[in-house]
């Protein structure tokens, strides 16, 4: 077999793919560096740890898990459906909301469309773009975040989909409900639009957009929302999109039917009714952010406004090194070069204690 070539093999897109760039995972720095204690401020994960009811929850469902999962995920639906006002059919379960995001691209864009997203937006969309050998068009951000006159100017006949990350990862920029409102009347209807609210709940009540409902007026927009960040289940992975019934039901007919099992449906159903968690997630990191933002601002480091749980501070040129010299320290934060922000660091906020871990090593590198 001499002449066996798999990438020849592979389809067009997936030959250039570049895969996904995950947090560095804090076993892998201990087994490389040697070093305990580390805080972990990466991957936009929740410092709180696992709901407490979702932990109890879990220890119940151990006993079934020989069995396969709902694969229609009732509970959760339900459960979802009647928190949103929305109707049952409306609703795709995800493996995270990362699946949503494939599954809408899979379902509906195909290598002759061309599908529009942000410069500096989250990395998942043009990887699932160029997986499918369409176009991805990046268009470029206006103060980091989305430039949506742009990105309407720039939709074209051949345009299925626009990818909106509101608010961004990595910038944490957001866009109104004015200006999203706008952009959406000016989209053809043939167009979806994806709007990625990952963050949702970090956002004040008051500035939130009205996206759900929305759908009932533009059935060509998508939510995508997810259980990785405010509410903590990150490592069950869980997540989901409010579309036209329509929608769900192409979705539905792509998906793997176990994509979440059976701990993350349960953990999804309980830690949604669990107001107490949700509200303590939002309150340690608005306190998180003060203390991130004191800092910046004492010893005049820029960062991006952030509506989300974490901060991306400009640290400079050299910000690969002091993403290196941070790791022999034992804090592991997010390098953004991949995301066209090489003089950025990307800092998750963490506990406390964990974010003054964070402050305490980046100042004695800058002194
Ligand atoms: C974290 C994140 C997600 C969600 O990822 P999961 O697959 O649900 O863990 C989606 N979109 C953005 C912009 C994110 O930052």
């Known amino acids: 077999m001499t002449n066996f070539d798999a990438k020849s093999l592979a389809n067009v897109g997936v030959r250039n793919l570049s895969p996904y760039q995950a947090g560095k995972p804090i076993e892998e720095l201990e087994r490389e560096l040697g070093l305990t204690d580390i805080v972990k401020l990466a991957s936009n994960e929740n410092p709180l740890g696992l709901s407490k009811q979702v932990t109890a929850a879990l220890q119940d469902t151990l006993a ?39 599954l809408l691209a899979r379902t509906f864009v195909n290598e002759h469309h061309e599908v529009l997203f942000s410069q500096h937006a989250f990395v998942v969309y043009p990887l699932v773009t160029q997986a499918i050998g369409a176009k991805g068009i990046a268009v470029p951000a206006k103060n980091y975040g989305h430039d949506l006159d742009a990105m309407a100017a720039a939709i074209t006949d051949k345009t299925r989909m626009i990818f909106i990350a509101n608010p961004n990862n990595p910038t944490g920029t957001f866009l109104t409900t004015a200006e999203l409102e706008s952009f959406l009347a000016k989209v053809p209807a043939q167009v979806l639009v994806v709007l990625d609210e990952a963050y949702y709940e970090y956002v004040p009540a008051a500035e939130r957009a009205p996206s759900v409902e929305w759908v009932q007026r533009y059935p060509n927009l998508i939510v995508s929302r997810t259980f990785s960040k405010a509410y903590g289940l990150a490592g069950l992975r869980a997540g989901y999109a409010v579309t036209h019934a329509d929608i769900a039901d192409l979705m539905n007919r792509v998906r793997q039917p176990f994509n979440m099992n059976s701990l993350s449906l349960k953990a999804a159903e309980v830690v949604l009714d669990d ?9 340690v990191n608005q306190a998180g952010m003060a203390q991130l933002i004191e800092f ?21 040129a050299d910000a ?6 941070l790791l022999h320290k034992g804090v592991i934060v997010r390098p953004v070069a991949g995301y066209e922000l090489p003089n950025h660091l990307r800092v998750s906020i963490g506990l406390e ?13 800058l002194l």
């Open 353 to 365: 204690h964990e974010n003054q871990v964070f402050i305490d090593a980046l100042k004695s590198m």
């Open 64 to 102: 079934g898990l020989a069995r396969y999962p709902d694969a229609n995920g009732f509970y959760l639906k339900s459960k979802l459906a009647e928190k949103l006002g929305v109707n049952i059919n409306q609703i795709t379960l995800g493996n995270g909301s990362n699946d949503v995001l494939e």
């Open 296 to 316: 910046c601002e004492q010893v005049n480091l820029a960062y991006i406004p952030s509506y989300g749980n974490f901060l991306t501070i400009e640290v400079g």
């Open 275 to 283: 107001a107490d968690y949700l509200a303590q997630s939002i309150a």
């Open 320 to 325: 690969a090194d002091i993403y290196q010299q």
